[in-house]
């Protein structure tokens, strides 16, 4: 097995062995990322094909200070963003009042009560804009200025975004754990 | 539910579970990333692998190579020129005295092609040394290639009075000495490519003959008919087999100067009619003389003409171009003024905002609410639109396109309805507009 250090070495020599170890070794853990900027997982697929170019091409520009993986996260995130811009015109864009935000909802989840699975569905459903702040702020743990300044929308979009986000996720999870619990209960 | 787990938020859920979750991609990404890799590999400098750039030096050297080839053939043959005619003369001497012994009737060449024939000043060398026939070295007194021009250039477009104004050196032999003695009689030996040449095999005894054209073609028809697609100067060649077994050979030289290219530009992109002087950007190549038609029934001759419309219309704008040689083409651009990218529409509803009037000014930014009613436009010049209610009253007043109508008259927000507006105005082209229509103010 090879350690990251001469994965990435071989790999800014364009050794095609290296970049195939590197896809081997990465590309759950990218994809993982790439499907909760995502609609489908073709779509993730894709946002991971381009971010693996760019690693590829640019893995000289990985310092070697902190830690490769999260710099291969920025990379996967950054993608997504550019093919969130890309194809924005193209996405059916729902109405963001459509969701008024209604604090008084579920405050608190157990962490094992829904599977990653239904975490990402219920992602994927999410209006396009209110799955790139919700993803940057909650997951990724960037602040509003920063998610503004890489959407290229405003720090009160940002914040408004995030917290309508919130408010439908909870729906969601709401009618969710409802229809589970009425199966457990049924079991 | 009776997970052990204590309960957190909503951030916490989404970072916990997901921030590190893996799915695993379909099997045929990795296939597909490794593809793009490779032919972005490929398109990559890489001085350690041949890839596209090498491909690309390799072209361009092989180009090179073939041009400079060319090239130097063409060199050598005009450096040889007169070594080469004089042997042509020759031979063709000694045939002359063959095809003289059976037609001695034969006087003149056949004229019929021979459309005009400028008398040229000919030097005739004689007596070459170590010569034991009948040699004579014709050459013409000044540049081979000059000579050849037409002095004026045509005033027609037509290939055919280009091809018909015949001025070959074979002729021009012909007329001032010996006709008899060129078995090659050329239709036209200078023109513009593509050319097409008409050949006359003359001679008198005709068993079989092969015609090479002198750019790789060759035709075994006693009147072959050829098109020279590139610029140059050929060499034909007949040879010709008698019936008596005898062997003959004559050539002729062809010229085929390059088509010139006609190519314009016209500025301003989107010019008013007609306030804007017309600027047109000439491009052609290969070109010395230029006639401008801007449609108008004006025109030109200057290389790169400046014309002011007299009022607004679309034009076809024409320019032909002729080489030194005569060669011509020509550009039309068609409706040269066409305003299609210009237009005025207006909605047909919109709701003013009822917190106050807002001025009216909008931008396709801030009115996202469809608050003022204003027109989607392009290429718009003079402009008044009136807005009139349902009894014709005149209730809103702009020429101004910048100031659309927020729904109130007077600071009071008008009653929802149909209103009916009108607007006059000029495109950018000079083209006026005017148009009708309702539009509905909704309520907030």
Known sequence: ?187 | MKTKRQNINLRELFSRKLENAEIIPEASVSAKLMRRVARKEFLRFNPAKLNIYYLGVILISGIGTALLLFSGQGNSDHFNSSGISASIYRTDTVKYIEIQAKQPDRKSPDKSNVIQIEPKKMLIVSNLPDTSGPKVLIKTESNKGVDLLPTTIPNSLSNKRLFSEVTSEMQKLQSGSKPESFLIDPFVSVGCAPMKVKFYNKSASYDSCRWTFGDGGYSNKRDPEWIFDLAGEYKVVLNVQTNDGKLLTSSATVTVHPRPQAHFEITPDKAVLPNDEIHFMNYSTNAVQFRWNFGDGTGSESFEPRHTYSKFGNYNVSLVVFSDWGCSDSLVVLNAFSGSEYFIDFPNAFIPNAQGPSGGYYSYKSDEGAQVFHPSYSGVNDYQLKIFSKLGIAIFESSDINLGWDGYNKGQLCDPGVYIWKVRGKFRNGEPFIKMGDVTLLKN
């Open chain 1, 1 to 187: 097995m090879m350690s990251d250090l001469q994965i990435i070495e071989l790999c800014a020599k364009h050794d095609r062995k290296a970049q195939q170890v590197l896809y081997d070794k990465y590309s759950r853990l990218l994809l993982g990322v790439c499907l909760r900027y995502a609609t489908d997982k073709a779509e993730a697929e894709d946002i991971l094909q381009d971010s693996f170019l760019k690693i590829f091409f640019n893995i000289k520009e990985y310092s070697g200070s902190g830690s490769f993986i999260g710099w291969l996260r920025k990379v996967a995130v950054n993608t997504a963003i550019t093919h969130y811009h890309k194809n924005l015109k193209y996405r059916y864009h729902v109405e963001i009042d459509e969701y008024i935000s209604v604090e008084t909802g579920v405050t608190s989840f157990e962490e094992d009560f829904f599977t990653s699975d239904e975490l990402f569905k219920v992602l994927n459903e999410l209006p396009a804009g209110y799955r790139m702040v919700f993803n940057l702020y909650a997951v990724e743990g960037y602040k509003h200025k920063e998610i503004a300044e890489m959407l290229g929308i405003d720090t009160n979009t940002s914040k408004s975004q995030y917290s309508r986000a919130k408010a439908v996720i909870r729906d969601k999870l709401e009618k969710l754990g409802k229809l589970k619990s009425s199966y457990s209960e049924n079991d």
